[in-house]
Each structure stands twice: as structure tokens, then as C-alpha cells.
């Protein structure tokens, strides 16, 4: 990490007009994860610093979100696992969630299902959006379904990105737990790369919207 | 239906770990395994070889746990050894000594004697009448400390902290300072801030109390600050 992407915390105060008050209480609720919290040597000792985007677009968030919602549901929506553990495939489709479509295309690779779990919910939510923005096809579709059934579980609740890329019209679909640059040769077309845990808090605010 | 069983030690007794609706020892007993249980009740000495996961514990005497220890209430009178991280959901009383290896995850935290922890302190309320040896962040919503005891801690963070002595001053700090009682930290940072007989580098906060018998190296202060007469503060910014 460069120094120019960090910002010292009272930088970070007088920037987002939060009172350090905030800032501890949000640390205490895990809406500010641990690891975000870098310490570094400056004149007056030691200090704290955080990546400077992410920690902006983060109290941005927080500061839209936390009038409607209470802290513990707000750090709900930024953890990467879940407390709703499933719901039937008739309550995601009314309420809006995910399309038919995307449930008889899941459906057809594991039969019928009559609740899904989180991360099904997730795969399904995640093989609407992509099938929706045509950024892949019905065949990379069941590849993704695959993919996230098989893989994901080992993964749950770290952060992680999905990856398409494509080399002479033959696509190669991954999940990759860390993978900060990957570099390939150049016949290799990225598709797409998703980070998934922005996907987990769009999925979880609509989860949460509708049930209220 | 709670099938589980209770487990009752009388005298000098030893068992193993396992999963129990209701945990009773009286005299000195012995644990090897982690438990699991509703309710953990000891009185006199109590060692558990592994992590404990109780609704709520109690104990008199003195008790250690090696493992990590998970509860919603907790009762501590006497002398206390947690050896891993502590979380307790809900209240957490000490009267006593508690020492725990790593961290504390509480709720309400309030202590009558003194706590020493290896690494960061997190809770809601924290109130201690005594002193506290912190080895990292205490990290608290609103922090009173009545010290009558040496107090560390490298960072404190809050909404509102207030640290006083109590009047009682004893024959034995005027010749040994490192007895004395006073608060020493790297950094305080808070909203409403009041200190006494605190020595620290950096305090900021909106508005600041510096009471008597302050060193501050630094004080950055966005509304208020107040300084007695009896206190030293390096250099003072509004922010």
C-alpha cells in the first residue's frame, strides 16, 4: 500500500465531520474492520491511519445509512456472513429479489429447490445481476452456479472477488480470495471482476428492506 | 428436551469437559476439556483446561480458565486467571483481581479492584473503582475510572471518559511513585473528556477537562478546554 492512500484519523475527522466518539463506537459495532486500523510512527508517536478510499466510501455509507438503520443491523450489512439463513424460492421471487429466471436456471443444474440457503440466495442474486447486464452467458451462467456451490462455502465470510475472463471465446470463471493484480497474456479478455462483498451488502439491504 | 446433566464437584474432584445444563463446585476442582453449560457455579478453587461456554458464571475464590471464555453474565469475586479471550455479552462484575491472557468483548463492564488484559478492551460502559493495567485499546462508550491504584493503558477511545482519584491518599505512594495512583496513557481520545493525575502524550477531544495533577504533552480540542492550575499541559491547539 502506497502512502499516499492512507489518511491519518484526524485527517478522516475533520474531512467526514464525525467526533471521535463516532469513530470508536463504529469500530466497537465492527462497522470499521480491525484490519483498516494501520498504525504507523509519526512525530507524535505512534498513529493511526486508514486506507483513505475505503474508509471514505465506508463513513459515507454509514452516515446515509445509520438514520433508518440501527448500528448492529448496519454492521449486519457490512459483515460478509449472514443471519438470515434461508428463504423458499417463492418469498425471493415475490419479493422482488431475484427473477424466475435466475431460480429455473439454478434450479436446472441441482434440482428443484424448495428453500435456499444464504449462499444460494447469493449465487442466484449474483446470476440475475450478471445475466441481466448480458455481461455473460447462459452456459458461463451454470459454470458461475457451479463454481459458487462447489467453492464458496470454503470461503464464506472472507472477502472475495469473482472473476470472468475469456481467452479465443473460451470462458474461465473463478473465485479468488486475495488476488489484488493478476496479469495474463494478452489474448486473455476480463469479462468482469466482482468483489463480492459489495454484492453481500446490496443482497442484504434489499433482504432486510423488504422484511420491514 | 435438554437431556444434559448436571455436574456437581464436592470437596477435592476432578472431571472431564463436556457439554453440562448446570456446573457446581465446592472445594477444589478440576476440569479437563472445554465445557459447555447453562449456568457455572464455583465456590473455592476452580481450573478449567480448556474454553468455557456458559450462560452465566459465578465464582467465589479463585478460578482459571486456559481456554476462551464465552458468557452472557458474569459474577467474579475473588481472584480470576482467564487465560485466552473473554466475551461477555452482557454484564461483567469483578470484585477482585481479573487477568485475561489476550482480549475482553463486554457490554457492561464494571470493576471493583482491579483488571490487567493482554490486549484490547471493548465495551459499552466501563467503570472501574481500583485501577486497570490495559495492554492495547480500551475502546468504550463511556469510561469512569475512580482510581485509587496505578491505572495503564497505551490508547483510550470513547465518547465519554472521566478519570478521578478517589481522596483517599496512602503513607505508602508518597515514598514509592510507581504505587501512586495515577492514570498513564499514550493517547486519550474522546468527546467529553475529564481528567486527573493523568500522564499522557496526546488527549483529544471536543471539549476537554484537564484536572489537577495532569502532565498532557499534547491536548487538541475542538470546543472547551478547561485546565487547572495544579496540572501541566505541554502545547494546547483548537482544532
Given at each position: 500500500?502506497?502512502?499516499?492512500?492512507?489518511?491519518?484519523?484526524?485527517?478522516?475527522?475533520?474531512?467526514?465531520?464525525?467526533?471521535?466518539?463516532?469513530?470508536?463506537?463504529?469500530?466497537?459495532?465492527?462497522?470499521?474492520?480491525?484490519?483498516w486500523?494501520?498504525?504507523?510512527?509519526?512525530?507524535?508517536?505512534?498513529?493511526?491511519?486508514?486506507?483513505?478510499?475505503?474508509?471514505?466510501?465506508r463513513?459515507?455509507?454509514i452516515?446515509?445509512?445509520?438514520?433508518?438503520?440501527?448500528?448492529?443491523?448496519?454492521?449486519?450489512?457490512?459483515?460478509?456472513?449472514?443471519?438470515?439463513?434461508?428463504?423458499?424460492?417463492?418469498?425471493?421471487?415475490?419479493?422482488?429479489?431475484?427473477?424466475?429466471f435466475?431460480?429455473?436456471?439454478?434450479?436446472?443444474?441441482?434440482?428443484?429447490?424448495?428453500?435456499?440457503?444464504?449462499?444460494?440466495i447469493?449465487?442466484?442474486?449474483?446470476?440475475?445481476?450478471?445475466?441481466?447486464?448480458?455481461?455473460?452467458?447462459?452456459?458461463?451462467?451454470?459454470?458461475?452456479?457451479?463454481?459458487?456451490?462447489?467453492?464458496?462455502?470454503?470461503?464464506?465470510?472472507?472477502?472475495?472477488?469473482?472473476?470472468?475472463?475469456?481467452?479465443?471465446?473460451?470462458?474461465?470463471?473463478?473465485?479468488?480470495?486475495?488476488?489484488?493484480?493478476?496479469?495474463?497474456?494478452?489474448?486473455?479478455?476480463?469479462?468482469?471482476?466482482?468483489?463480492?462483498a459489495?454484492?453481500?451488502?446490496?443482497?442484504?439491504?434489499?433482504?432486510?428492506?423488504?422484511?420491514? | 428436551?435438554?437431556?444434559?446433566?448436571?455436574?456437581?464437584i464436592?470437596?477435592?474432584?476432578?472431571?472431564?469437559?463436556?457439554?453440562?445444563?448446570?456446573?457446581?463446585?465446592?472445594?477444589?476442582?478440576?476440569?479437563?476439556?472445554?465445557?459447555?453449560?447453562?449456568?457455572?457455579?464455583?465456590?473455592?478453587?476452580?481450573?478449567?483446561?480448556?474454553?468455557?461456554t456458559?450462560?452465566?458464571?459465578?465464582?467465589?475464590?479463585?478460578?482459571?480458565?486456559?481456554?476462551?471464555?464465552?458468557?452472557n453474565?458474569?459474577?467474579?469475586?475473588?481472584?480470576?486467571?482467564?487465560?485466552?479471550?473473554?466475551?461477555?455479552?452482557?454484564?461483567?462484575?469483578?470484585?477482585?483481581?481479573?487477568?485475561?491472557?489476550?482480549?475482553?468483548?463486554?457490554?457492561?463492564?464494571e470493576?471493583?479492584?482491579?483488571?490487567?488484559?493482554?490486549?484490547?478492551?471493548?465495551c459499552?460502559?466501563?467503570?472501574?473503582?481500583?485501577?486497570?493495567?490495559?495492554?492495547?485499546?480500551?475502546n468504550?462508550?463511556l469510561?469512569?475510572?475512580?482510581?485509587?491504584?496505578?491505572?495503564?493503558?497505551?490508547?483510550?477511545?470513547?465518547?465519554?471518559?472521566?478519570?478521578?482519584?478517589?481522596?483517599?491518599?496512602s503513607?505508602?505512594?508518597?515514598?514509592?511513585?510507581?504505587?501512586?495512583?495515577?492514570?498513564?496513557?499514550h493517547?486519550?481520545?474522546?468527546?467529553?473528556?475529564?481528567?486527573?493525575?493523568?500522564?499522557?502524550e496526546?488527549?483529544?477531544?471536543n471539549?476537554?477537562?484537564?484536572?489537577?495533577?495532569?502532565?498532557i504533552?499534547?491536548?487538541?480540542?475542538?470546543?472547551?478546554?478547561?485546565?487547572?492550575?495544579?496540572?501541566?499541559?505541554?502545547?494546547?491547539?483548537?482544532?
Open positions: 500500500m502506497n502512502e499516499e492512500d492512507l489518511i491519518s484519523k484526524k485527517e478522516l475527522l475533520e474531512l467526514t465531520g464525525i467526533s471521535y466518539g463516532q469513530l470508536y463506537r463504529w469500530k466497537r459495532k465492527n462497522l470499521i474492520p480491525e484490519a486500523f494501520v498504525r504507523r510512527s509519526s512525530f507524535t508517536g505512534q498513529e493511526t491511519f486508514f486506507p483513505k478510499d475505503k474508509i471514505l466510501q463513513i459515507e455509507r452516515k446515509n445509512m445509520k438514520d433508518g438503520l440501527s448500528l448492529d443491523e448496519l454492521a449486519d450489512v457490512f459483515s460478509p456472513s449472514s443471519h438470515v439463513e434461508s428463504l423458499s424460492t417463492q418469498t425471493l421471487i415475490k419479493r422482488n429479489i431475484v427473477t424466475s435466475a431460480i429455473e436456471l439454478f434450479e436446472e443444474e441441482f434440482g428443484r429447490q424448495e428453500t435456499l440457503s444464504f449462499n444460494d447469493l449465487t442466484v442474486y449474483l446470476l440475475q445481476k450478471l445475466l441481466q447486464s448480458g455481461e455473460i452467458t447462459r452456459e458461463e451462467g451454470k459454470m458461475l452456479v457451479t463454481v459458487m456451490r462447489e467453492n464458496y462455502g470454503a470461503l464464506a465470510a472472507k472477502p472475495c472477488e469473482l472473476v470472468l475472463i475469456r481467452k479465443m471465446g473460451v470462458p474461465l470463471l473463478f473465485l479468488a480470495e486475495s488476488a489484488e493484480q493478476i496479469y495474463f497474456d494478452k489474448d486473455v479478455k476480463w469479462i468482469f471482476r466482482l468483489s463480492l459489495a454484492s453481500i451488502e446490496e443482497l442484504k439491504l434489499k433482504l432486510n428492506n423488504t422484511e420491514a | 428436551m435438554d437431556t444434559r446433566s448436571e455436574l456437581q464436592s470437596g477435592i474432584g476432578r472431571s472431564q469437559g463436556g457439554s453440562y445444563s448446570h456446573v457446581r463446585t465446592d472445594g477444589m476442582a478440576k476440569i479437563n476439556g472445554n465445557t459447555e453449560c447453562i449456568s457455572l457455579d464455583s465456590n473455592g478453587t476452580l481450573t478449567i483446561e480448556g474454553a468455557l456458559s450462560e452465566t458464571v459465578s465464582v467465589n475464590g479463585t478460578a482459571t480458565v486456559e481456554g476462551g471464555l464465552k458468557t453474565r458474569m459474577v467474579l469475586d475473588g481472584m480470576v486467571s482467564l487465560k485466552e479471550h473473554v466475551v461477555c455479552q452482557e454484564l461483567l462484575t469483578v470484585n477482585g483481581r481479573l487477568s485475561v491472557g489476550r482480549g475482553l468483548d463486554g457490554e457492561r463492564v470493576i471493583f479492584g482491579s483488571l490487567k488484559t493482554r490486549d484490547d478492551v471493548q459499552e460502559l466501563l467503570s472501574v473503582h481500583g485501577g486497570f493495567s490495559i495492554d492495547g485499546l480500551l468504550a462508550g469510561i469512569d475510572v475512580k482510581m485509587n491504584m496505578p491505572c495503564k493503558a497505551q490508547e483510550i477511545g470513547g465518547e465519554s471518559i472521566t478519570v478521578r482519584r478517589l481522596k483517599k491518599f503513607v505508602l505512594e508518597q515514598f514509592v511513585p510507581a504505587l501512586s495512583a495515577k492514570l498513564q496513557a493517547t486519550i481520545e474522546g468527546d467529553d473528556i475529564y481528567l486527573e493525575h493523568t500522564e499522557a496526546i488527549v483529544r477531544g471539549d476537554v477537562i484537564i484536572g489537577k495533577g495532569c502532565r504533552g499534547r491536548v487538541e480540542y475542538k470546543n472547551q478546554l478547561t485546565q487547572d492550575e495544579d496540572s501541566h499541559i505541554g502545547a494546547a491547539y483548537q482544532i
